[in-house]
């Protein structure tokens, strides 16, 4: 699509949009949903657009707290490693179809296929069971008192209708797959898809069978969703009024955006942090000028390149100060955290170009950088940042962005070299981080570890995790993995974002730390 064509198309959008009654939300952020297939994509923007939809058996408030969903009640059986989960009754999918256990169990199974993308958080899991209609158990590997965590995104489909439209096997969207499910909804939510055009517009209406009433807000009676790449264009539509919710105002426009009569800015810390992988598991790679072997080999040019970013200048001239420098590839909101870990290299490209001269590099070397132009706050400027500081350190980056629909691709099937990617942790434990992207690469473990690491002492004690109900045992292993992965130098962490929402006045609606905005929550004040 030209770009004259696609600004057209959100222009009609946009007018369009602006004339809907007061309860209608026009909501733009900056890129779409990846799919509607709710167990094709563990992203982000994929799984709010989801949320408003599909719901699973549990989910985060506003606030980041666990609530029922789906299931009433749940609790840890006389056998450690059952869970059994009470359902809620008198329920039905979009499609009136009545929900029960066997959609449950249909559900978790199709989450734990190959072409799943949900598989790590049902790593523990033996099996699936229907009690009866209305309870189901699930058997884990040994007892995990965290299971609940790992249910918040895992959506629940109806088992007819997906088996009827041919799509038990998640759409594999790394192979450009597709499938009935990854453009047409039947969920419980409180949100029916009324019409969708990939990357220009969805609308969504409300559910007049929706079990939640009375028990949610519920004030927006359609949903106009628009992603609008541009930063500028995005901001000039909340400020003309085209749009009344807009998820991530650039930082460059927060004071103008909060001065405006009728407009305010909400923010809040997010649970995600923004950090660069290195295929450091290669003998050789494909974008360096090297020849025959891999300089990210060398932990000594990692942590040069760890040395050579400088996290206060992004923070002061990239992020207008709405992001917090880290060292480590987790938030502050992570079971695991601590300040040592959080301590951030200072950046000094002097000593850096120093260390990758002796590491036997004295001219540098050429590598590229993969980035995505449409999904972190100013993702595309931090990659630009960092090619001009290790630069300075010797080494000649050559940047490639592009839309994430295309950029995370290569991390799944693991053909970039070098990349940006950012991390949220909806489990709020150091396991999440460990499962997608420490662990070796596997069809069940590490499908987001593109770094090539592998190592399998530390993979045991990862897979330990989800067993160890002793306390102090679990945490000292967490801490010991954690140790490993900051000597190894695994990933170079940049920072941990802060949410910008920007809105209209009469707007009551929380900025939630997973940026993850639950429709059904949101109220008005006037």
């Known amino acids: 699509m030209n770009r004259t064509f696609l600004a057209a198309a959100v222009a009609t959008a946009l007018a369009v949009a602006g004339t809907a009654d007061a309860e209608t939300l026009r909501w733009a952020r900056a890129g779409d949903s990846l799919t509607l297939d709710p167990h094709a994509q563990n992203e982000g923007p994929t799984h709010t657009l989801a949320h408003q939809m599909y719901e699973g058996l549990l989910q985060r408030d506003m606030s980041g707290e666990i609530i029922p969903s789906l299931a009433t009640d749940w609790a840890v059986t006389d056998d450690p490693t059952v869970w059994r989960f009470n359902l809620r009754e008198g329920v039905s999918f979009h499609g009136g179809q009545e929900f029960t256990a066997d959609d449950v169990v249909f559900s978790f199974n199709r989450a734990q296929k190959p072409t799943s993308a949900m598989k790590e958080l049902l790593a523990s899991v033996a099996e699936i069971r229907k009690v009866d209609d209305l309870t189901v158990e699930i058997v884990t590997e040994g007892p995990n008192p965290l299971l609940p965590a790992n249910l918040t995104n895992l959506f629940i489909m109806d088992e007819g209708w997906t088996m009827q439209n041919d799509s038990e096997e998640p759409q594999d969207i790394a192979n450009g797959g597709d499938n009935f499910a990854a453009r047409n909804t039947n969920g419980t939510g409180a949100y029916i898809l009324d019409s969708r055009v990939v990357d220009e517009r969805t609308v969504l209406q409300a559910n007049p069978d929706y079990w939640g009433m009375g028990e949610f807000p519920l004030e927006v009676s359609e949903i106009v969703f628009t992603p609008i790449q541009s930063a500028a264009t995005r901001i000039a539509a909340l400020l003309s009024g085209e749009v009344d919710f807009i998820q991530d105002v650039p930082v460059q426009d927060l004071a103008r955006v909060d001065q405006s009569d009728g407009l305010k800015i909400s923010n809040a810390p997010q649970n995600r942090v923004i950090f660069f992988g290195m295929n450091q598991g290669a003998d050789d790679l494909e974008t360096d000028d090297i020849e025959g072997e891999n300089p990210f080999a060398k932990v000594e040019v990692r942590q040069a390149m760890n040395m050579a970013i400088d996290r206060e200048a992004i923070k002061r001239v990239v992020m207008r100060d709405q992001s917090d420098p880290t060292g480590v590839i987790m938030p502050p909101f992570v079971n695991g955290w601590n300040e040592t870990l959080d301590a951030v290299p200072e950046g000094d490209a002097t000593v850096a170009k120093e260390m990758i001269a002796a590491a036997g590099y004295p001219d540098g070397f050429t590598v590229q950088l993969d980035c995505p132009n449409d999904r972190y706050i100013n993702d595309e400027a931090i990659c630009q940042a960092v090619v001009g500081m290790l630069g300075q350190a010797g080494i000649t980056v050559n940047l490639d962005s592009k839309p994430k629909a295309q950029h995370f691709p290569l991390i799944q099937n693991r053909t970039t070299d070098f990349y940006m990617l950012g991390w949220g942790v909806p489990t709020f434990d150091s396991e999440y981080v460990f499962n997608f992207l420490v662990h070796s690469?596997?069809?069940?473990?590490?499908?987001?570890?593109?770094?090539?690491?592998?190592?399998?002492?530390?993979?045991?004690?990862?897979?330990?995790?989800?067993?160890?109900?002793?306390?102090?045992?679990?945490?000292?292993?967490?801490?010991?993995?954690?140790?490993?992965?900051?000597?190894?130098?695994?990933?170079?962490?940049?920072?941990?974002?802060?949410?910008?929402?920007?809105?209209?006045?009469?707007?009551?609606?929380?900025?939630?730390?997973?940026?993850?905005?639950?429709?059904?929550?949101?109220?008005?004040s006037n």
């Open 441 to 524: 690469a596997s069809d069940e473990r590490g499908t987001w570890n593109a770094t090539g690491y592998t190592d399998t002492a530390l993979d045991e004690k990862i897979v330990s995790l989800a067993s160890e109900t002793d306390t102090a045992v679990r945490d000292a292993t967490v801490n010991e993995i954690w140790e490993q992965v900051q000597a190894d130098v695994l990933y170079l962490p940049v920072h941990n974002q802060i949410l910008n929402w920007g809105m209209k006045e009469g707007i009551d609606f929380a900025v939630q730390p997973e940026d993850q905005p639950h429709v059904k929550f949101l109220s008005y």
